[in-house]
């Protein structure tokens, strides 16, 4: 049942403790046991524990150990690993540990200052989520296909950094070594900040009136949807990679300071310039931004993890009934196109929306001709 | 052929003149033209034209025009609005005029100043839209059951005003009356500050290492998907509705100056408060600003236009091959459940993947017994 791993040797992972079985723990679980390996749940709340176990995540795990599992995952919020992991060891809870906290300068830091083993731990990072949090939410393929950092230190053994890389290669996930400082650095900018951003710019929507909010769509929608996880799990977060994020945020506050300024000189208001705080780049223009913007947007990678990959989209005239979307993936799947993603556009009040097929661009043609040839509106233009 | 429109009278559209030929302006024609109205297009760019007439949005308008159209549309961006509606008015192009641009008080305030006859003009804004742009991007579902925006003047007659309401209606939207005031800092917050605000946060990825973004995901390509606009086109609307996104934009900057110096002063850094640039918010917790993010984030209407809907989301491990989607939306189907949305979450190199299936949640158990039955993995507890 063990995954093969890397570093060349073979870890045995026939039982794993899980300790937290909130969203992340539970989702390693479930991809544990349909490896057919043996899962022990533990949360300080029991009944946590108890809802991982009924969804087929393992089994509780009893008070005191029979014997040490193979590999503990400490799948705690960042402030409350280094406590957790001495707890463990005290215990005797198992050979190795790792975690899976999206923060991993500061609770080793913590470990250490705890006296913990650190020989036998090795941090990890899944990335992977979802806004929705507790055991309810997890799903096995949460890490499918997705990055796993591990970070181990000088100390780690190889049998814990084997261990940790067996792990991830279990839930699928693709393991990848960093060191703390650039792990921390990199998920500051590529989710932490943004987080702050998002909920920074969906505070505002508190104040809005309801007229104006009526007219939100997609965009803010998208701007603003990392803004509904849970404030005190992100806080947690946030506080425990503080420098990092404050960096790129502060960096965000500055630009927009300066875009602001910049319109408002435009419009004949007050002028922007050296006057403005901070000082930094009130001369820069907003369309020097957009097109900031637009570049960075371009380097995140697609869904896929490889550089971003442009699909052909088409879009279908569907009726909004049971079964109709159906009869237009069948289609596509009689033809032997396989659909990459789909948007769906309801409209208020109406029958009918618009289906968004997105497929790869030597597919497009063919199924527009599948679709029409069925009946279906399909609003291109001819090739 | 006519829409029934609000007011009490018959506004007659039976032949409607689209002045711009790009996304916005296509879209509109192709909607009319599914309603048998006959549309006259015209571009500055004749190739432009040529493309939307080649879609089948109608056919192009000749140099001089035989006699005025019901209603002319300025589907031009906000800064040319008002030379186009000169340049229309003098040439007798319609009886009636609207226009489509997201921002309604700088160009009626320059249509004025050119000496147009306001009268016969009733701004408009329909509250669509996506990132391409240009006439093959267009459809004519695009305004499907979204808000309408209609901003008369005193001077407006009832008749500009009727024409502008049947429009709307004629391309399944859904027209609200606004002042210009109140429509301006309405999209300012929900639309033109979220795109300043997205292009920020996506310029930091400029800088960020390769290998730091290849740790995104989901939440970073949300958060700045509306950054991938066209520059310049945003430049001109935020530069003619600079005033209300600046207010909202400095707002946002504050909220994350001041984060980033709680985040500094939690981390034992430089303390944060008074000396603060702006001196606002300083004192404001990150957790308060978290918190107030995910209320506003809560108050965006949901996709069909009224208050967020919660759907239940069923997940299904699915293998990523053609057929396999067709499959399982048709047992949605064939159990007559209507699927509302639909993500597909593949998976780097390997055969399986997830697709995650919303519904209203009381139709929610039996598309999982329904899918179970036939063999499919839905990893969720049992109820």
Redesign the interface.
């Known amino acids: 049942m063990a995954a093969a791993i890397p570093h060349g040797t073979d870890a045995v992972l026939e039982r794993v403790l899980i300790i937290g079985t909130g969203l992340i723990g539970t989702s390693i679980a479930?991809a544990l046991r349909e490896r057919g390996i043996e899962v022990l749940l533990a949360d300080r709340d029991p009944e946590a524990a108890r809802?991982a176990a009924?969804?087929g995540a393992g089994v509780p795990a009893p008070a005191t150990p029979d014997e040490p599992a193979d590999l503990a995952v400490l799948a705690v919020p960042p402030p409350a690993v280094a406590a957790a992991l001495l707890d463990a060891q005290k215990s005797g809870a198992a050979q190795v540990y790792t975690d899976v906290a999206s923060v991993k300068g500061l609770p080793l830091a913590q470990a250490a200052e705890l006296g913990c083993d650190l020989a036998v731990f090795a941090g990890g990072h899944p990335?992977?989520?979802r806004e929705r949090s507790g055991?309810?939410a997890?799903?096995?393929?949460l890490f499918?296909?997705?990055?796993w950092?591990l970070c181990p230190t000088a100390e780690s053994t190889e049998a814990v950094v084997a261990s940790a890389a067996a792990l991830a290669l279990a839930c699928?996930a693709?393991p990848?070594t960093?060191d703390a400082v650039?792990h921390d650095?990199?998920?500051a900018?590529?989710?932490h900040?943004?987080?702050?951003?998002?909920?920074?710019?969906?505070?505002?929507?508190?104040a809005?009136?309801e007229?104006?909010?009526?007219?939100?769509?997609?965009?803010?929608?998208?701007?603003?949807?990392?803004?509904?996880?849970?404030?005190?799990l992100?806080?947690g977060i946030?506080?425990a990679n503080?420098?990092p994020?404050?960096?790129?945020?502060?960096?965000?506050?500055?630009?927009?300071?300066a875009?602001?300024?910049g319109?408002?000189a435009?419009?004949g208001?007050v002028a922007a310039g050296g006057a403005e705080?901070?000082g930094v780049g009130a001369a820069r223009d907003?369309?020097d931004?957009?097109?900031?913007?637009?570049?960075?947007?371009?380097?995140?990678?697609g869904?896929?993890?490889?550089p971003a990959t442009r699909h052909a989209v088409v879009?279908v005239?569907a009726a909004?009934?049971?079964?109709?979307?159906?009869?237009i993936?069948?289609a596509?799947?009689?033809?032997?196109?396989?659909?990459?993603?789909?948007l769906?556009?309801?409209?208020?009040?109406?029958s009918?929306?618009?289906v968004e097929l997105a497929v790869a661009p030597e597919s497009a043609r063919r199924l527009i001709e599948e679709l029409r040839a069925r009946g279906w509106s399909v609003?291109?233009?001819?090739a």
Chains 1, 2 share one sequence.
Request: no cysteine; glycine share 14%; hydrophobic share 50%.
């Open positions: 479930l809802v009924d969804m990335l992977g989520g055991p309810l997890a799903r096995p393929g499918l296909g997705r990055p950092v699928g693709n990848v960093m650039e650095r990199a998920v900018l590529i989710s900040a943004p987080h702050v951003v998002a909920s920074a710019m969906a505070a505002r929507f508190t809005g009136p007229r104006a909010l009526a007219l939100a769509g997609q965009g803010a929608r998208d701007v603003t949807r990392i803004a509904g996880g849970d404030p005190r992100w806080h946030l506080a503080a420098q994020v404050a960096d790129v945020i502060d960096a965000v506050a500055r630009d927009l300071a875009a602001a300024a319109l408002r435009a419009a208001g705080p901070g907003t369309l931004l957009l097109a900031r913007g637009a570049a960075g947007h371009g380097r995140i990678p869904k896929h993890g490889g879009p005239l909004d009934r049971p079964g109709e979307l159906a009869l993936v069948q596509a799947g009689v033809a032997g196109i396989n659909i990459e993603d789909v769906i556009e309801h409209s208020q009040g109406r009918v929306g618009v609003p291109v233009a001819p």
